[in-house]
Nanobody
C-alpha cells in the first residue's frame, strides 16, 4: 500500500507564490510517476501537473501552464508544485497522486489534500 502526504498549502494573495510538497511511502525501493490534481469549489477534480519517474516527461493543464512548475526528488519519492502568479481561481484542494503524469489518466493513489486559498 502506498501513502501520500501533502504539505505547503495556505492562504495567499493574488500574485503570490506557494510551494506544495508531497512524499510517497509504503513500497521501499519503488519509484513512482507522480502528479497533482485539484478540486475547486463546486467543480470536479482536475489534473494540474504530472512528472514521470525520471523527470523526463512533464505535463501541465492549460490553466496553469507557464505559472506552475512541477519537480521531483526521485531518491526520496517527493514531488513539488511551485505555484507562481496565483489567481483567485486557483483556490482549491490540491491532491498528490500516483501514477498520472498526463491528462486523461485516473490516479490509483491519492493523498488527503492540502488547501490553497488565493484572495484578490
Amino acid at each position: 500500500q502506498v501513502q501520500l502526504v501533502e504539505s505547503g498549502g495556505g492562504s495567499v494573495k493574488a500574485g503570490d507564490s506557494l510551494r506544495l510538497s508531497c512524499v510517497a511511502s509504503g513500497q521501499p525501493g519503488s519509484t513512482y510517476t507522480m502528479g497533482w490534481f485539484r478540486q475547486r469549489p463546486r467543480k470536479e477534480r482536475e489534473f494540474v501537473a504530472g512528472i514521470d519517474r525520471h523527470g523526463a516527461n512533464i505535463d501541465y493543464s492549460d490553466s496553469v501552464k507557464g505559472r506552475f512548475i512541477i519537480s521531483r526528488d526521485t531518491v526520496q519519492n517527493k514531488v513539488y508544485l511551485e505555484m507562481n502568479s496565483l489567481r483567485p481561481e486557483d483556490t482549491a484542494m490540491y491532491y498528490c497522486e500516483i501514477p498520472c503524469a498526463t491528462k486523461g489518466c485516473l490516479p490509483t493513489y491519492w493523498g488527503l489534500g492540502t488547501w490553497v486559498t488565493v484572495s484578490s
